[in-house]
């Protein structure tokens, strides 16, 4: 049984890997791609893959296709939402962090931007959702969406005129504060939000206004905070007890089984001999009986 759980665990992490490797290179697509296209309508709930932005349909199929396999292999349901649970743990934390470091140096932090990503950003929750997925997504993704948020919020929400004042010195009065910011995005750490603020597109020439200034108890935390999100806080893998379709205790008398066994065998030897040199491989393995 120890030996079984570190296969399974082996197959969790490779498996994992490589789908992640995948999405590493379809997800920046979410943070540039325009879903407004011109004469195209915005997919609603439900919609096939097809019917999403072409933007979206690379990481969607990924999703899609781990979906499925999971499926055809009839994965413990535990397992199934562990698996997703981490790849949308990935996709959150590779997309705030490209979030993050778009923002240093160039004017990224725009609403029409941040627009663009919150819709490409709905619409994978809403197939998702369709999928049987949205319960996990909506948590694993929530400090993205947070973050988001705060870039859709126009200037003119945060900046009010006052009243019978239009002296150039006192033209803003400023309507949202560091305290009252925080209360409305906790999840994202104070040095997260004080960066987004910072590079906060106000205007040719307008700086962020004092009123987001970091409180004293908090700067500390935003000086020496990284605003980076960690890869290694992923969700543990904590492998089911029960609903198990196999009967470990008892003889294995499923003819399809040994197959799928057998076929395993060959695709990993197969995979191996790729990786040596010719003059190091060898025939194919000798099929044994059940």
């Not at 397992?79 to 979030?99: D, E, I, K, P």
């Not at 806080?233 to 089984?257: C, E, F, M, N």
């Amino acid at each position: 049984m120890a030996l079984l759980d570190e296969v399974i665990m082996c197959t969790f992490q490779q498996s994992v890997y490589y789908l992640t490797k995948t999405l590493y290179s379809t997800l920046p697509a979410l943070l540039d791609s325009n879903p407004f296209t011109a004469g195209a309508e915005l997919p609603g709930p439900g919609a096939e893959l097809g019917a999403m932005p072409p933007g979206l349909r690379p990481t969607l199929s990924v999703f899609q296709a781990a979906l499925e396999l999971t499926n055809q292999c009839e994965l413990h349901p535990d397992l199934v939402s562990q698996t997703f649970g981490y790849l949308f743990f990935f996709s959150n934390a590779s997309l705030l962090n490209s979030l993050m470091e778009r923002g240093q140096g160039r004017p990224f932090y725009q609403w029409s931007r941040a627009v663009q990503i919150r819709t490409n950003l709905d619409l994978v929750l809403d197939w998702l959702q369709g999928a049987g997925l949205g319960d996990i997504a909506t948590e694993f993704f929530r400090k993205l969406s947070m973050a988001v948020n705060l870039l859709c919020v126009p200037r003119t929400s945060l900046l009010k005129l006052p009243h019978n004042d239009y002296r150039p010195s006192t033209r803003f009065s400023h309507q949202a504060s560091w305290s009252s910011l925080r209360t409305e995005h906790p999840t994202l750490t104070p040095a997260q939000l004080h960066h987004l603020l910072s590079h906060y597109q106000l205007g040719p020439g307008r700086g962020p206004p004092s009123a987001w200034d970091p409180a004293p108890a908090e700067r500390e935390a935003v000086d020496t905070g990284d605003i980076f999100e960690s890869f290694s806080s992923h969700p543990p893998l904590i492998l089911p007890l029960g609903s198990s379709r196999l009967r470990l205790s008892g003889p294995v008398t499923d003819d399809a089984l040994h197959r799928e066994l057998r076929r395993l065998r060959r695709l990993l030897w197969d995979l191996e001999q790729q990786e040596l040199p010719a003059n190091y491989r060898h025939g194919p393995p000798v099929a044994t009986p059940p």
